[in-house]
């Protein structure tokens, strides 16, 4: 089966389109029934997965088409995220009906329209062009402890469903908590309900942004969200699925084929006979894989040069450590043995013998005089006092004799190392540059004296010679081994690379003829069946347009898909003052938006769609104001079987509503400080600026000189909101032409002027009975003039009251 129900009749034409088609065999058209359901399907068909896949003339069961159950927004609530700073909830009347949000930059609408992306699809198209800046900036600054979004949604035989984002206190915005919860049951995210190919494919949020977005986009990419808002992906993505098979197939043969060519290159520029063997098996029509793998797996042992090469690399000399450590030995052995020998020791044996024999004679014959010299006597304490100097005397020879072997042992030691040092040979046909230096320095090194005094200094004066002249060798043969060291090697590998791809692309040559000819059906076709399936959507949206495009000399014709791969266009024809023309070169920028209103508000509506709600962000931004009554007819004729939201910082939607006696309902959002946002049920755009204005007058916590600078504004565009409307409703009450009216107001910048139409149908109108019949008026129009350039000189509070008071006696003027 499919993943969803939604493209089974789409598959079945596709499947019975196959079967009438003898060109395909079983295999492509296997491939096409698969890439028509997923990625893994695919796999499975071409023989990448163990599952087996399903017979192409088995077709996918399909039931009744039938709208299915239903749900609207009840309400939208909002704690500590973006512009909203305390819990503050949308309350929206769960029925078909229109619902206009209105309120300016700033104020924190975007905000519900965000959360509600956010919550329902988890992710929102603004945030896709600034991702940095949202990741970063999403919590709201004055109250954005503990940020939540709750969505309410009435589904039909269900009840209350709601729609729950929480984020922990210093979690960031990915990090943080989904849920749903139907019928007191609670569960883990809004994937549970089902919504996420609905609300991919129906999409029933859009922007500002995102409308521009689906015409600003390149061809293919215009292409590609038209067929993805109508519900034609899945031949996209089936013909992207076939078009990476073929590509993952075509692989090794490509890589095979430029290795190829490398290869013989690289085999023409090498003396290895076996080169000259593996060049000429490639140079036939269908080489011989395993031929060419023989040769390439014989790797030859290295020759007698670069065995030599590699003796003189590594060649093993004693290192400056233990050559200093060795002299050190001996000098220091020098240096005990010429203590221990000092002149207290020379005739030392000999007077030991005499004493020797004189105990000897006194231990014979007792006490008495001395034989030798007559003098002294040969007595007990005479004998103890030989005793020990004999004792130091035999100490002091055994040091002596300790340190004279030592010194023997430390010069052996030396000798045997500097013998160490191998003698060298010359490789056969390579010249080394520092090949005779170094077996000179060897025989300087090894040409010891024979003394073991003038050793030290030998090797001390040798060594550095010795140590310069090997390093040079040894880094020379390296040098040399890196660029001859088996050479074959590296090409064999290559070659072994190349026979094992172009193994793969023999076996794989049937399963990519099957590919090709699956790509190519699905491309030749797909023109006509999604064209097919385009025709009632097509309809509805010229329909659409037709109600948009009031005073527009553009006249919608026709919508198609048109194309593959990189040349997939969107082609809108259109009839300007009765000639054809491309519809997208032809349109401004408000007709633009209003093209893609027609083609999105098409497939938001489709009876599958389980969302009986619309919520457009801002859409008329760049309509002119021709186009907006029209919109309103358009959003009114959706409201009698839909829920239609529509969010707009610009006051004529509201305006247009109420002067057409539509049917909707009107709430006003309002932001005061601390990112407090409130939703009113307003009665004209004039007192909701007087309301603002009050709000940041009695701010006892906003600084006087930052009342000064805000308030003059707001009083401006109070005053100029009650004129506008005045002047427009009589305007239009006489049947003025909408265009010249409204280019007559844009052309008036000055607040007195905008007073003076509204009044006296003329900016230049002389405003003085008005004006100063009340106090209150002179003080409000003051603060509108200069005001604005020099701020507020007056307490706030009271001149609040003066305009609430000039705007209430304008408004009585309409």
Request: charged fraction near 30%; include cysteine.
């Amino acid at each position: 089966m499919m993943d969803s129900d939604r493209n089974t009749e789409l598959t079945n034409t596709v499947l019975d389109r196959a079967e009438q088609d003898p060109t395909l065999n079983d295999q492509a058209k296997m491939l096409v029934l698969a890439a028509l359901d997923s990625d893994e399907a695919l796999a499975e068909a071409a023989g990448n997965a163990e599952t087996p896949p399903r017979p192409p003339s088995e077709r996918i069961p399909s039931g009744s088409p039938s709208e299915p159950v239903g749900a609207f927004l009840e309400a939208i609530e909002v704690s500590g995220f973006r512009g909203i700073g305390a819990t503050t909830t949308l309350d929206l009347t769960p029925t078909p009906g229109l619902t206009v949000v209105a309120g300016r930059n700033g104020c924190g609408k975007s905000s519900f329209t965000e959360a509600l992306e956010l919550a329902l699809i988890g992710d929102s198209y603004r945030w896709k062009k600034n991702s940095t800046m949202w990741q970063e900036h999403w919590r709201n600054v004055h109250d954005g402890t503990r940020p939540a979004i709750r969505v309410r949604l009435a589904e039909e035989g269900v009840g209350t469903t709601t729609v729950g984002v929480d984020w922990a206190n210093d979690a960031a915005l990915t990090n943080r908590a989904e849920w749903a919860q139907r019928t007191g049951k609670r569960q883990e995210s809004v994937a549970t309900l089902g919504w996420k190919e609905p609300l991919a494919l129906y999409r029933p949020i859009l922007s500002y942004d995102e409308l521009g977005g689906l015409l600003e986009a390149g061809p293919s990419e215009l292409h590609d969200a038209l067929a993805k808002l109508l519900g034609l992906e899945q031949l996209a993505d089936a013909t992207r699925r076939l078009r990476a098979l073929v590509t993952r197939l075509e692989e090794p043969e490509k890589t095979a084929k430029a290795m190829r060519s490398t290869l013989k290159a690289e085999l023409d520029n090498s003396t290895d006979e076996r080169a000259a063997h593996v060049l000429e098996a490639l140079r036939r029509r269908s080489p011989d894989l395993d031929l060419i793998q023989s040769y390439a797996t014989d790797v030859r042992q290295p020759d007698a040069q670069l065995s030599q090469l590699r003796t003189l690399s590594n060649v093993d000399f004693p290192s400056e450590q233990a050559v200093n450590d060795a002299v050190t030995a001996l000098r220091t052995a020098l240096d005990d043995a010429g203590t221990a020998l000092d002149d207290s020791l020379l005739g030392v044996d000999h007077r030991t013998a005499l004493l020797r024999q004189a105990l000897h004679f006194h231990h014979q014959h007792g006490d008495r005089a001395c034989p030798v010299c007559g003098v002294g006597t040969l007595d007990a304490e005479w004998s103890t006092r030989v005793t020990a100097q004999l004792a130091e005397d035999d100490q002091r020879q055994a040091a002596a004799q300790q340190a004279r072997a030592n010194m023997r042992d430390r010069a052996a030691a030396l000798r045997r190392l500097v013998t160490t040092t191998p003698p060298l040979v010359e490789p056969d046909g390579v010249e080394l540059a520092a090949f005779d230096r170094a077996r000179a320095a060897i025989d300087r090194w090894t040409n010891m004296p024979e003394t073991d005094a003038a050793l030290a200094d030998h090797v001390t004066r040798t060594y550095p010679e010795l140590a310069e002249a090997m390093s040079e060798l040894t880094a020379e043969a390296r040098d040399l081994i890196t660029e001859r060291e088996d050479a074959w090697a590296p090409l064999a590998a290559r070659i072994i690379e190349w026979v094992r791809r172009a193994r793969e692309a023999r076996a794989q040559s049937e399963a990519l003829t099957d590919g090709k000819n699956a790509s190519t059906w699905l491309k030749d076709n797909t023109h006509l069946l999604r064209n097919e399936r385009l025709q009632p959507l097509a309809i509805e949206a010229r329909t659409i347009w037709s109600e948009l495009r009031q005073e527009s000399n553009v006249d919608l014709e026709s919508i198609s898909l048109t194309g593959n791969g990189n040349r997939r266009r969107v082609a809108l024809n259109a009839e300007v003052d009765g000639e054809n023309a491309g519809a997208l070169g032809v349109m401004s920028q408000g007709e633009l938006h209003a093209l893609a209103l027609a083609l999105f508000l098409p497939r938001a509506t489709m009876p599958e769609s389980p969302f009986r709600f619309i919520v457009l962000d801002d859409p008329i931004q760049a309509m002119d104001p021709a186009k907006v009554d029209g919109f309103v007819q358009v959003l009114a004729r959706l409201a009698q079987d839909r829920q239609v939201v529509v969010l707009s910082h610009d006051d004529r939607l509201p305006e247009s509503a109420r002067r057409t006696g539509v049917d909707a309902r009107i709430l006003h959002v309002t932001r005061g400080s601390g990112s407090t946002v409130d939703i009113t049920e307003s009665h004209h755009p004039a007192q909701r600026h007087v309301a603002d204005a009050r709000t940041i007058a009695h701010d006892e916590q906003l600084d006087n000189d930052v009342k000064a600078d805000v308030l003059p504004g707001l009083c401006r565009m109070a005053v100029e909101a009650a004129a506008r409307d005045i002047f427009l409703a009589r305007r239009f009450s006489r049947g003025a032409d909408r265009a010249t009216t409204e280019d007559e107001w844009n052309r008036t910048h000055k607040t007195r002027q905008c007073v003076a139409l509204a009044l006296y149908d003329a900016r230049e109108a002389d405003l003085t009975s008005w004006q100063y019949s009340k106090s209150w008026r002179n003080r409000t129009l003051t603060i509108c003039g200069a005001g604005t350039h020099e701020g507020l000189r007056k307490d706030p509070k009271l001149a609040v009251q003066d305009l609430s008071d000039t705007v209430n006696d304008l408004l009585r003027e309409s």
